[in-house]
């Protein structure tokens, strides 16, 4: 059932105060910290599927792998996901030929179906089991939208290989539209628990994983964690959502997106195990129509959870409606087209878009050859993270990988530089239109339990969150990526950042980059 992690505990257990159907328990996820220096081939950071999929390709093929998380195993976006399985890309097929051209297109096209090759590969060879299916996902119009648009993808979907096909019907939905596109060949699973597989095998082919243990510096021959213990290393992969160790070039190429996901009870087996997708909203973005993303889950005995996402907005500015308008939108939106029981889970989860479209995987930009990252999920994080986890391990082992070019972190597609300049420059006038000038007019007393205000405290800007007990949390309001004034999360309970959404805990941890320092504690707990 819906649950809720403390607000001053977000960070070391996940992004967030509201958990998601995948994050029962934490024990399982949970490592030892590392307090010994050690000396390895490879460092990975980040214990997400990105960070754990390249670990376990690298210990197969026989590399030494050391791998750091600073929460739990999967406490970042891994257990936030909603694990469609989509080689039927959000971004549309049309729109990546514009920007990649039509054989890039294929590629990568290819590139997401062998992500969901291997893990169905995987799955068997590791005998886990996490629900992975293989199910076919249904695209419709979004009523702001056209049958043009499913028209254009249909025939730029089978110019890349997809297998799709027109059909006048769509199993489960009580609102039928006119006419939808059927991908097959698609998938599901239980992201949490394919991730604790992966885990366990890295361990028994000889890999180890800490938790509990922050990266505080990274450089060529290795990492530094926060309390001091060094891992040497000839190679070091940075998986950690978005990059800590890379200040301007990635967050200037991908947007933070905040995105929310409802989990509601159906009968047992009455919805039929299918991915459904709209085309999304195109009255708020044409170039990136916030859309709806649907899929079935075993639950218990009695129920199946039927998931809904969307509702997506830029991290750190609301628009017009607040994080809880934001649930009731999505329940509203699934019960006129499901039919469904109590909503009994609730949680939202941060998207990288990247401004073509591709996450960015491989040789860091602007960094030494034998450092490399993988992050910009955009919308697809479970097959970019097995993308990412295959080409890194191409990479360091020396072969050669088809997809390459068209993942390279240092890429700049001026294809798509529209989308660059107008998220860039929106981002930042949208920022300053809602960031708060006058935080001296309010008053300490007035925030109530669990809740937050940005304050003038000592002569500077101050996030200010009161807990349960009535104790109040100051820090700093200045941001330490690039120094812009963070903003209050009001469902996670978390300090997010619009420029490029990093996000803090009330206590002023990092718990998203591409910040990686803490905000300055300036007064720990105190009644006000
Ligand atoms: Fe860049 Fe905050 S994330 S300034």
Same mark, same amino acid.
């Given at each position: 059932m819906e649950s809720e992690t403390n607000p001053l505990?977000?960070?070391?257990?996940?992004?967030?105060? $509201?958990? #998601?159907?995948? %994050? +029962?328990?934490?024990?399982?996820?949970?490592?030892?910290? !590392?307090?010994?220096?050690?000396?390895?081939?490879?460092?990975?950071?980040?214990?997400?599927?990105?960070?754990?999929?390249?670990a376990y390709n690298l210990v197969n093929r026989g590399f030494s792998v050391v791998l750091l998380e600073d929460g739990f195993l999967g406490s970042g976006e891994t257990g936030r996901t909603t694990a469609h399985l989509a080689s039927a890309?959000?971004?549309?097929?049309?729109?990546?030929?514009?920007?990649?051209?039509?054989?890039?297109?294929?590629?990568?096209?290819?590139?997401?179906?062998?992500?969901i090759d291997f893990i169905e590969q995987t799955v068997r060879?590791?005998?886990?089991?996490?629900?992975?299916?293989?199910?076919?996902?249904?695209?419709?119009? $979004?009523? #702001?939208?056209? %049958? +043009?648009?499913?028209?254009?993808?249909?025939?730029?979907? !089978?110019?890349a290989g997809a297998d799709v096909e027109w059909v006048d019907e769509i199993p489960g939905m009580k609102m039928q539209?006119?006419?939808?596109?059927?991908?097959?060949?698609?998938?599901?699973?239980?992201?949490?628990?394919?991730l604790l597989g992966l885990a366990e095998a890295i361990t028994l082919k000889g890999g180890f994983i800490y938790t509990g243990t922050h990266v505080e510096s990274i450089d060529e021959n290795g990492v530094t964690t926060s309390d001091g213990f060094r891992v040497d290393a000839k190679f070091i992969v940075v998986a950690t959502n978005s990059p800590i160790n890379s200040k301007y070039i990635l967050p200037m190429k991908q947007y933070a997106y905040r995105t929310y996901a409802i989990g509601a009870l159906v009968k047992k087996n009455y919805l039929p195990e299918v991915l459904w997708w709209d085309t999304?909203?195109?009255?708020?973005?044409?170039?990136?129509?916030?859309?709806?993303y649907v899929r079935t889950q075993p639950y218990n005995i009695d129920y199946d959870l039927l998931i809904v996402g969307g509702e997506d907005h830029k991290t750190g500015i609301m628009g017009n409606y607040s994080e809880i308008d934001r649930y009731?939108?999505?329940?509203?939106?699934?019960?006129?087209?499901?039919?469904?029981?109590?909503?009994v889970f609730r949680w939202s989860g941060q998207v990288l878009e990247p401004y073509d479209g591709m996450a960015f995987i491989g040789r860091n930009a602007g960094d030494k050859d034998n450092i490399f990252v993988i992050t910009g999920d955009s919308g697809h994080g479970m097959t970019h993270s097995t993308i990412g986890g295959i080409l890194v391990a191409d990479l360091i082992a020396g072969n050669e990988n088809e997809w390459e070019s068209i993942y390279k972190p240092g890429r700049f597609n001026l294809k798509a530089s529209k989308i660059f300049?107008?998220?860039?420059?929106?981002?930042?006038?949208?920022?300053?239109?809602t960031r708060p000038d006058h935080p001296g007019s309010v008053n300490l007393a007035s925030i109530a339990l669990n809740d937050?205000?940005?304050v003038e405290f000592d002569g500077q800007k101050a996030g200010a969150y009161r807990d349960e007990r009535g104790m109040l949390h100051l820090v700093s309001a200045t941001c330490t990526h690039m120094g812009c004034t963070v903003s209050w999360n009001n469902v996670e309970k978390t300090w997010d950042c619009a420029c490029h959404g990093s996000r803090f805990s009330v206590l002023g941890e990092v718990i998203n980059g591409p910040a990686n320092h803490p905000l300055d504690i300036l007064d720990e707990e105190t009644q006000y």
């Open positions: 505990e977000v960070g070391r257990n996940t992004s967030g105060e $509201h958990l #998601s159907c995948w %994050l +029962e328990n934490r024990a399982e996820r949970q490592y030892l910290p !590392l307090i010994v220096n050690t000396k390895t081939d490879v460092v990975v950071v980040g214990g997400g599927l990105a960070g754990i999929s390249v890309l959000d971004d549309r097929f049309f729109s990546l030929e514009n920007i990649f051209g039509k054989d890039n297109t294929k590629l990568i096209y290819q590139s997401h179906s062998a992500a060879n590791e005998n886990i089991d996490c629900d992975f299916k293989r199910v076919p996902g249904y695209l419709f119009a $979004h009523a #702001s939208d056209t %049958l +043009e648009t499913l028209d254009k993808e249909y025939n730029a979907a !089978l110019a539209p006119i006419k939808s596109l059927k991908f097959n060949n698609q998938g599901q699973f239980h992201p949490m628990k394919y999304g909203d195109m009255n708020v973005d044409k170039d990136t129509p916030p859309y709806h009731a939108n999505l329940e509203f939106w699934t019960r006129e087209r499901f039919d469904i029981g109590e909503v300049f107008k998220e860039t420059i929106g981002t930042l006038l949208k920022y300053y239109k937050a205000a940005i």
